[in-house]
């Protein structure tokens, strides 16, 4: 039995990235590439007018030779002038140096890394394993309720702002707590980063996806929010009655989760200390109102002052900076002050693989030819040919099928605005020519792009959750894929009521 069972284990991570990568070559052979023109447009999001720069979805040409031919450019191996100096073998480096520290890869990396740095020096202080002791203390026999109590507020924080990334230093915290509880890491999971996709595609106001879609399909942002708060409380309370009957569960019998393995770091920490209570000094409490203050600095800065990435990283070096002199005075753990720097290295550590994942999946969108509308690509004859074939269906066919479409998009482009901007220019116009409303096509939007970034191993901020959480994503898609199967039932069906309804 148990050779069955390592006989049918997922590949790791690096492996699935690599032969997505080698079928993304396959397509160059055979795709032609294509372009788009493009145009600006501009929108209001809480009085302050935006403006975006989107494709025009009517200018999709191939790009021809001088004797009228479409082109098609096949991947090479090692980069070439022709090739944008992209190449199969390549795809590492050149993935990972994509962007700027505002996002893609060169932003997410840095992030996952300085987060994964400050936490460490946070856990060296052992305030969090303390932390963690008190409140199973406190809610003994009464643990399960910490679970739709955070599902809600980590759903909010996608709804109302968008929160993503900003869930990869929750994991930390909550996925031992869970385990010492008696659940497993899975379940940690589903409370922070899941919670907050959920929200995130259920969303009334969310600025960075859905916000961009209405703007771009010519609707007034935030509209329609009758029928997506019901959408979001729909949505919230699937996760937690899913999440809740999983966590009994793996509560009555531990061997059934797939995290058992990864989770053992994890209950031999806790079993060292046996029965004994650990101290709960005013040092462990310091350190704790330092992680406090800086989750409140985060979210205040985020909605009130619109920062992201750098500053983020930002935040939490200052944590992990106090939290370190915090333990040097207490003498928390014995520290001592070259303790800060190791805890950093080995936190960063704990994250690298996360990190190099980031990079890896962009060399998809590398070896595609890349996102923009302009240059002549796969991804964008890819794009025309998917709306093309949508043309012809019953609204309500059509409707599902954006949905459908947007979420296969999504392995492609993980990013909830980049997405938009990609898709909406098409999918708005599209609407109106097979009969459905645009409203309707911006729900399938935000359901397609949300709910899958829990399972495609080319979201980097999913990635950084699972180093977090030490769980391989090939163990994670394995319990994943059953909420994956609800959900889509549940988004078709909305989808589909949307159009009934004549949402507009």
């Not at 053992?264 to 004994?276: A, D, H, I, L, P």
């Not at 994503?473 to 309804?501: D, E, H, N, P, Y």
């Amino acid at each position: 039995m148990e050779n069955k069972k390592k006989g049918v284990s997922m590949p790791h991570t690096f492996i699935v990235i690599f032969g997505v990568i080698l079928f993304a070559a396959v397509l160059t052979m055979f795709i032609p590439l294509g372009q788009y023109d493009t145009k600006e447009v501009t929108y209001t999001i809480n009085g302050a007018e935006k403006t975006r720069t989107v494709l025009d979805a009517d200018s999709f040409r191939y790009v021809l030779d001088e004797n009228g031919n479409k082109v098609t450019k096949i991947a090479p191996l090692f980069g070439t002038e022709d090739f944008g100096g992209q190449g199969i073998l390549n795809y590492v480096f050149e993935g990972m140096t994509v962007g700027d520290k505002n996002g893609t890869a060169v932003g997410i990396i840095a992030f996952i890394l300085v987060v994964g740095g400050a936490f460490g020096i946070v856990l060296q202080t052992g305030a969090v394993e303390s932390g963690i002791m008190r409140v199973i203390t406190m809610t003994k026999g009464r643990e399960i309720i910490l679970i739709p109590i955070l599902i809600v507020l980590f759903s909010l924080g996608g709804a109302i702002f968008g929160m993503g990334e900003e869930a990869i230093p929750f994991v930390m915290i909550l996925v031992p707590m869970f385990i010492a509880m008696g659940y497993d890491a899975v379940v940690g999971i589903m409370c922070s980063y899941v919670a907050t996709q959920i929200g995130f595609g259920a969303s009334w106001q969310n600025p960075f996806g859905l916000a961009i879609a209405q703007g771009v399909s010519g609707l007034p942002v935030m509209s329609g929010a009758w029928f997506r708060i019901p959408m979001w409380i729909f949505f919230t309370g699937i996760t937690i009655f899913f999440t809740m009957r999983y966590a009994v569960k793996v509560k009555k019998n531990p061997k059934l989760s797939v995290a058992y393995e990864s989770d053992e770091t994890y209950r031999k920490e806790f079993s060292q200390n046996g029965n004994v209570m650990p101290p709960f000094t005013l040092g462990h409490k310091l350190v704790l109102l330092t992680i406090a203050a800086c989750m409140c600095w985060t979210v205040w800065g985020v909605v009130s002052k619109g920062y992201y990435i750098p500053e983020i990283a930002s935040q939490f070096f200052v944590m992990g900076l106090l939290s370190g002199i915090i333990g040097l005075v207490f003498h928390l753990n014995d520290m001592k002050l070259n303790d800060i720097a190791k805890s950093f290295e080995r936190g960063a550590a704990d994250l690298l693989g996360a990190a190099m994942c980031v990079g890896m999946a962009q060399g998809i969108i590398i070896i595609l030819g890349g996102t923009s509308a302009t240059d002549g690509t796969v991804l964008n004859t890819i794009l025309h040919s998917l709306s093309e074939g949508m043309k012809g269906f019953p609204p309500v066919i059509s409707a599902w099928l954006m949905y459908i479409f947007q979420s296969v998009f999504n392995f492609f482009v993980v990013s909830g605005s980049g997405q938009a901007a990609l898709t909406m220019p098409i999918m708005a116009p599209l609407a109106d020519l097979v009969g459905v409303e645009r409203q309707t096509a911006v729900v399938a939007f935000q359901l397609g792009d949300a709910f899958t970034n829990m399972i495609v191993p080319t979201s980097g901020c999913l990635l950084g959750v699972l180093a977090a959480a030490k769980l391989d994503w090939g163990k994670w898609a394995r319990f994943q894929i059953k909420f994956q199967g609800v959900l889509f039932a549940c988004a078709s069906a909305t989808v589909i009521l949307a159009v009934i309804m004549g949402l507009s």
